[in-house]
């Protein structure tokens, strides 16, 4: 029973991860709270199900016209509806709330478009779900093939993050924004490179998660809380940390799930949320202030 919960807190702690960095990524080098995080990664995960049950796309198949969608995807709200935002704030306390406004109002206009299309029914698709022997548990096909997902696209982010010169450059960006133009970095488009990227994961992880869990058009807002909590909890902006506390999330809420009561998962998430607020403000990772 222990190997089994390990085994699928993993699972589920690689893809919150994975949905963690793309927001670490957004608010870390472009300074934008993007609160429509979530309904981003659930247009993703309902766009796998409609090429797989409508079209026949295998998911691993689809997965590879979903990621650079995500990109294009945003990009373009980037440019169409972030970059106003970022030339009119004075300051960074301006484009922190300007970005929650807007995307706030995104949100419901993502989730309204959702509910239209897809309505409010739990959605899941049946994918490689014949179960395979780890170490002796057997776990679902899905869950593994999610997991490699998660961890080949996380590794190769963190790689490129900290031995390419495109990741120097961003981690200047992200570090020091002023003084990135004075090296000759042109802040908006890696900005911009920036926040497509971390879109691109959103849409990864929930075509991870379309995979082997059930969802609705409702969840997104659950998404973008685990996703805050795991930014926060790993120290805002720390890729490493948002490894680390991703993966630890999902293996607290499958022991919650599985030892105590499945309705206690979210009350977990925040308990342990409070108390690295009131421990280490500025996340298990970051500075003690």
Known sequence: MLLTTLILGLVLGATYALLALGLTLQYGICRIMNLAYGELTLVAAFLLVVLFKSFGLPPLVALLLICPAGYAA???????????????????????????????????????GLLVVFGANFTSISYLDQGVSVLGVPVALNRLVALVICVVAGGALVAALNLTRWGLTIRAVAQSPGSAPLVGIDVNRVARQGFALGTSLAATGGASLAMYQTFSATDGVVFTMKALVIVIMGGVGNVAGALVAGVALGLVETVVATAIDPGLTLAATFAIFLAVLLWRPNGLFGRRS
């Open 74 to 112: 945003g990009w373009c709200l980037y440019t169409v509806m972030m970059r106003p935002l970022v030339q009119r704030s004075g300051a960074r306390g301006r484009l922190e709330v300007d970005s929650i406004l807007a995307t706030f109002g995104l949100l419901f206009l993502i989730q309204g």
